[in-house]
């Protein structure tokens, strides 16, 4: 079945909501919910200027299943238009990111985990951790203007990183990839090559 008609036959509730750039740098957020949005939450709004947004709804009680498929679709799609790619995920989410980035290497250049918890996994690229304050159960926490701050700095901290690292890795004579730092203290970040 081609891409178009496995889109064509989800629900819209179900199907990812993309919004944003139509081409440039991509961010496809993991949400805990068995829905997506109608629209992207206000907070996400100004990254919608510098991003091509992919939100995705995946009900972590299945651990993704029968959400992958949308999820690669999403990525094949990126991945066909060689898109450098940052995903944003829930931590009730993290294996099902992990196996995203996993899955794509070519494309995912960051991996921004939200709320609390551990980086269990080598993920192979930059993570970051947003600790959340206060209730950080349930998709609504992704929708909350601090936490979109706090991603966003991440976002754009991948990007610098991205940008800076061949010329860097050409300066200092590097090849291949350093090993995954893993920190869950507030603001804690993992930082890979």
């Avoid at 997506?36 to 995705?56: G, S, T």
């Avoid at 991205?162 to 993992?190: H, K, Q």
């Amino acid at each position: 079945m081609a891409r178009s008609d496995r889109l064509a036959t989800l629900s819209s509730a179900r199907a990812p909501l993309w919004r944003g750039l139509d081409y440039g740098p991509a961010v496809v957020v993991l949400s805990p919910s068995a829905t997506r949005p109608r629209e992207l939450p206000d907070a996400w709004r100004p990254l919608e200027q510098l991003y091509q947004v992919a939100w995705c709804a995946v009900p972590p009680q299945a651990g993704g299943a029968g959400s992958l498929d949308r999820l690669e679709d999403v990525l094949e799609t990126l991945a066909d238009r060689a898109t450098r790619t940052q995903v944003v995920a829930h931590t009730a989410l993290t294996e099902v990111a992990c196996q995203v980035v996993a899955e794509f290497p070519e494309i995912v250049r960051g991996l921004v985990l939200v709320g609390q918890g551990r980086v269990r996994e080598l993920t192979g690229v930059p993570t970051t951790v947003v600790p959340v304050l206060g209730d950080p159960v349930g998709p609504g926490v992704l929708a909350r203007l601090d936490v979109v701050a706090d991603v966003a700095e991440a976002l754009a901290v991948g990007e610098r990183r991205i940008r800076t690292r061949p010329r860097l890795a050409g300066v200092l004579g590097l090849t291949g990839t350093l090993g995954l730092v893993a920190s869950d203290t507030p603001g804690g970040v993992a930082v890979n090559g």
